[in-house]
């Protein structure tokens, strides 16, 4: 029996934030902590939400392009589980990062992002040396990609881009992914509203056949 698709709620910001994805229960909650991006939090704000965290829930650490020390310090805070890498990062950051994990006693799994366009981009991330991969239409877009696509990618992933409370059924249906990955879709106004937290995992636990 295939296993049931996982949820990651991404782009966690506030303490309400934190209790809405406590009574939903998702399987993983996000952090962005590259600068670059709006919804980014400091390391001192993503550890007092960690604190306030189910710890039946992992917490993902999304980072760009940053140096591995940068990393590094999230994960000696003990403030993520897993890492996501959403730039350009290669194998040998990979490797490199792995090193540098090991060397402090950190070492947690790896999901490597990638933006989906062509068959070329999913052959690609299906050589991922990553322990997870996860498709997206772009960084934090909020719009999918062409789903036809995914037919011919034969590893297990996290599918992201503009899925939301509407349609996240369709996709675990469809294609059952390792795990569903939703942001911009379950905000108003900028924010995270808990009862479009509360419907999107709903909605893919009912897919999933978890009721």
């Not at 939903?24 to 600068?35: H, L, M, N, T, V």
């Not at 003990?78 to 090193?99: A, M, P, S, T, W």
Request: proline share 4%.
């Amino acid at each position: 029996m295939a296993e049931k698709t996982k949820i990651k709620l991404c782009g966690m910001r506030r303490p309400e934030d934190i209790l809405a994805v406590n009574q939903a229960k998702p399987d993983y909650i996000g952090f962005i902590c590259s600068r670059r991006f709006w919804r980014h939090i400091s390391l001192e704000e993503a550890a007092v939400l960690k604190r306030m965290l189910d710890p039946g829930i992992q917490a993902v650490g999304v980072f760009v392009d940053e140096p591995y020390e940068e990393i590094a310090g999230w994960l000696k805070k003990g403030v993520i589980d897993l890492v996501q890498l959403h730039g350009e990062e290669d194998e040998y950051y990979i490797r490199q990062l792995r090193k540098v994990m090991l060397f402090q006693e950190t070492l947690v799994p790896v999901i490597q992002a990638f933006r989906v366009k062509t068959e070329k981009d999913l052959l690609r991330a299906g050589h991922s040396i990553a322990d997870y991969i996860l498709l997206d239409s772009g960084a934090g877009s909020g719009v999918t990609f062409d789903w036809s696509l995914l037919d011919s990618m034969d590893r297990p992933y996290f599918l992201a881009g503009g899925l939301g409370p509407d349609n996240v059924a369709e996709a675990i249906r469809r294609f059952h992914p390792y795990a569903v990955d939703m942001s911009s879709s379950l905000e108003t106004e900028r924010k995270k509203d808990p009862e479009k937290i509360r419907r999107a995992v709903r909605e893919a636990r009912n897919a999933a056949g978890c009721r």
